[in-house]
């Protein structure tokens, strides 16, 4: 009787170790994910408006080809997790949505289209594969009105043409002000 009962209280003591590092892994992921978003968005926006100060919303394009990748690495190095963008409608094909990202951009579509503010579209959850368990976040991004340069229905002769010279199966046109643009997506591995 007492082996079953001290066999009981190790099992209910490993079950709350378990769950409290689980807790504390998913608040540092919570904090990580969080950090490295607002870098991203930080250091991608102040990129952007650094070229088209430069060379207008055309050299905008190139610091999404070439610059926004390689902040990411950065980020992602920083912060030992992996973080990017995406879109139900992608410019770069490296960015497309994973199954779990297209169902978290469509929620968000649905959120937005009910009245809740773009700015509090964000999303997190644990998620289980074959590969193992991770910690996954998302973040809308809107679409302001300096994306309408290179993302809007209008687009000048010069920002197409370099936009296609880069790439030429963009899809990523036809946003208008308020929209959803994408998200910042973020995972990272649960480590047992």
């Known amino acids: 009787m007492l082996r079953s009962l001290a066999l009981i209280l190790?099992?209910?003591?490993?079950?709350?170790?378990?769950?409290r590092a689980e807790d504390s892994s998913q608040q540092a992921f919570d904090r990580d994910a969080q950090a490295a978003i607002k870098e991203l968005a930080t250091s991608l926006?102040?990129?952007?408006?650094?070229?088209?100060?430069?060379?207008?919303?055309?050299?905008?394009v190139s610091v999404c080809n070439l610059i926004a990748p390689s902040l990411a690495a950065e980020i992602s190095k920083k912060y030992g997790l992996e973080i990017g963008r995406t879109s139900l409608k992608v410019r770069n094909p490296a960015n497309e949505a994973d199954a779990w990202e297209t169902d978290v951009l469509q929620r968000f579509e649905t959120r937005l289209a009910s009245g809740e503010a773009i700015q509090k579209l964000t999303f997190k959850e644990k998620v289980d594969s074959e590969s193992g368990s991770q910690w996954r976040m998302m973040k809308a991004i809107p679409t302001d009105k300096v994306c309408l340069s290179c993302h809007g229905k209008k687009i000048a002769e010069p920002i197409q043409a370099r936009i296609e010279a880069h790439y030429p199966d963009d899809l990523a046109?036809?946003?208008?002000?308020?929209?959803?643009?994408?998200?910042?997506?973020?995972?990272?591995?649960i480590v047992d």
């Open 45 to 60: 926006k102040s990129s952007l408006m650094a070229a088209m100060n430069d060379g207008g919303p055309a050299e905008a």
């Open 173 to 189: 046109t036809g946003f208008k002000l308020g929209d959803i643009r994408g998200a910042f997506t973020v995972k990272r591995d």
């Open 10 to 19: 190790a099992l209910l003591l490993t079950g709350m170790m378990s769950a």
